[in-house]
């Protein structure tokens, strides 16, 4: 049974930087489609970015395009989320999912919670002054 444990959140100002990393056991990230998600306070759980099993294909929201990358390191099993220029929109619990295993699983957008079957515990991002 696949597992994943984010870490790397905290408390971060505006323009600001984290690394999210998204740990994982018990499967091959090679073979799964992995997702970033947020859930803001009184908000829907969103996607931010996910990344195709082979890893040739990333999207984006949109209101992370061309602040947050995704990526992974087979070696380590692990995916990273880089965030930069960080807003205070961006506050939210982030989890990182994953969809699989397959030997091609791509991404529909930026993901979709119901296409992940493997979640994370979450990890809390606040982006405050």
């Known amino acids: 049974q696949l597992q994943l444990v984010e870490s790397g959140g905290g408390l971060v100002q505006p323009g600001g930087s984290l690394r999210l990393s998204c740990a994982a056991s018990g499967g091959t990230l090679g073979y799964y489609a992995i997702g970033w998600f947020r859930q803001a306070p009184g908000k829907d759980r969103e996607g931010v970015s996910c990344?195709?099993?082979?890893?040739?294909?990333?999207n984006y929201a949109d209101s992370v395009k061309g602040r947050f990358t995704i990526s992974r390191d087979n070696a380590k099993n692990t995916v990273y989320l880089q965030m930069n220029s960080l807003k205070p929109e961006d506050t939210a619990i982030y989890y990182c999912?994953?969809?699989?295993?397959?030997?091609?699983?791509?991404?529909?957008?930026?993901?979709?919670?119901?296409?992940?079957?493997?979640w994370g515990q979450g990890t809390q991002v606040t982006v405050s002054s």
């Open positions: 990344m195709s099993s082979s890893g040739g294909t990333t």
């Open positions: 999912a994953a969809a699989g295993p397959s030997l091609l699983r791509l991404c529909v957008g930026p993901g979709r919670a119901h296409d992940f079957g493997f």
